[in-house]
Antibody
Framework: QVQLVESGGGVVQPGGSLRLSCAVS????????MHWVRQAPGKGLEWVAV?????????FYGDSVKGRFTISRDNSKNTLFLQMDSLRAEDTGVYYC??????????WGQGTLVTVSS | EIVMTQSPLSLPVTPGEPASISCRSS???????????LNWYLQRPGQPPQLLIF???RRASGVADRLSASESATDFTLRISRVEAEDVGVYYC?????????FGQGTKLELK
């Protein structure tokens, strides 16, 4: 059974850092691409980042996070990460990880809430 | 960046009646393999998004056949033949042709 469980969210001050994790079961992160997507409170979905080849070499970011966020994975732990630095108030929201299959984020986790506030 | 525009943004529907949602992309989503890289999602209240349609018109596993999708290179439509209570939520289209991937604004479907 495919399962994705995000963790690592919390409250952080502007300019601070946070590292999100996405623990995966039922498939291997080394064989599937993986996305991060976020949703600000009461707003729509915003794509954040993707890693999508078996070597982890195809990595892309949304314009609003480029240079501040880093997507990575640990194949041995079957876990995806999102390192978030220089956080801003507008980064507040629920962060979802999702598997990439048939060019679509197809299976999603329940999300973890990140709040950037002083 | 490819801009995705949905309409309407709000959609009140009587149970048992049909519904349709439009999504337009600012450029063609047609890839050289003949597929449009367009996905549809439903986000029910308090839940993560659920994939409904991928590659333009292919229903995801477990999705009711009351849902269908039509496509051209830039114009896409999601149709529900008979709306039921479980269809309530916000529907999003998403282009997966080129990063940065982008979503439409969302269409909120509610029951009358």
């Amino acid at each position: 059974q495919v399962q994705l469980v995000e963790s690592g969210g919390g409250v952080v001050q502007p300019g601070g850092s946070l590292r999100l994790s996405c623990a995966v079961s039922g498939f291997s992160v080394s064989y599937f691409g993986m996305h991060w997507v976020r949703q600000a409170p009461g707003k729509g979905l915003e794509w954040v980042a993707v890693m999508w080849d078996e070597n982890g070499q195809k990595i892309f970011y949304g314009d609003s996070v480029k240079g501040r966020f880093t997507i990575s994975r640990d194949n041995s732990k079957n876990t995806l990460f999102l390192q978030m630095d220089s956080l801003r108030a507008e980064d507040t929201g629920v962060y979802y990880c999702a598997r990439r299959a048939n060019h679509a984020p197809d299976k999603w986790g329940q999300g973890t809430l990140v709040t950037v506030s002083s | 960046e490819i801009v995705m525009t949905q309409s309407p943004l709000s959609l009140p529907v009587t149970p048992g009646e049909p519904a349709s949602i439009s999504c337009r992309s600012s450029q063609s989503l047609l890839y050289s393999n003949g597929y449009n890289y367009l996905n549809w999602y439903l986000q029910r209240p308090g839940q993560p998004p659920q994939l409904l349609i991928f590659l333009g018109s292919r229903r995801a596993s477990g999705v009711a056949d009351r849902l269908s999708a039509s496509e051209s290179a830039t114009d896409f439509t999601l149709r529900i033949s008979r709306v039921e209570a479980e269809d309530v939520g916000v529907y999003y289209c998403m282009q997966a042709l080129q990063p940065p991937y982008t979503f439409g604004q969302g269409t909120k479907l509610e029951l009358k």
